[in-house]
């Protein structure tokens, strides 16, 4: 159901409610219809209104942290992969392939993390051949002098 026609219905059933206790109004005795009567009503939909706000209020509370964790995952993924380019550029010329096999690796992982929600696939993530073949230039480079 989309969204507009959610909004729809509970716009329907609102005004509803609304004519349905104008009718019951004239039909309710009149020792229904009292002070202490409408006070007990008032306390009733304030609770009510209390605990929506409250459930409302976690709701966003969880939606935020959610985001935050993924946010802060995906700063944490750019850091390392421009550090770890940073590091094979002062390496040196021989690190040249490393780091643009590497760039051609960062395109369909991003499309991966961008997409994950779509991707009907449950599989964990495996290194692709690309990926592996790039970790294992890593692991071969042999260093030329102590810095």
Not at 70 to 97: F, K, M, V
Request: charged share 20%; with cysteine.
């Amino acid at each position: 159901m989309n969204t507009l026609a959610l909004s729809c219905l509970i716009f329907v059933l609102t005004l509803g409610g609304i004519l349905l206790g104008a009718l019951l109004r004239r039909a309710l005795p009149e020792h229904h219809l009292s002070e202490d009567s409408q006070d007990v009503v008032r306390l009733g939909v304030g609770l009510i209104a209390t605990i929506a706000a409250l459930v409302l209020g976690l709701l966003i509370a969880a939606a935020k942290t959610s985001f935050d964790t993924q946010s802060t995952q995906i700063t944490q993924i750019t850091a390392d992969i421009i550090l770890l380019d940073n590091l094979l550029a002062e390496y040196g010329p021989e690190a040249r392939p490393i780091r643009e096999q590497m760039r051609s690796i960062i395109s369909p992982l991003a499309d991966r993390l961008w997409r994950e929600k779509q991707a009907s696939t449950t599989a964990p993530f495996e290194f692709s051949a690309t990926g592996e073949k790039a970790y294992l230039a890593i692991q071969a480079l042999s260093p030329q002098n102590d810095l």
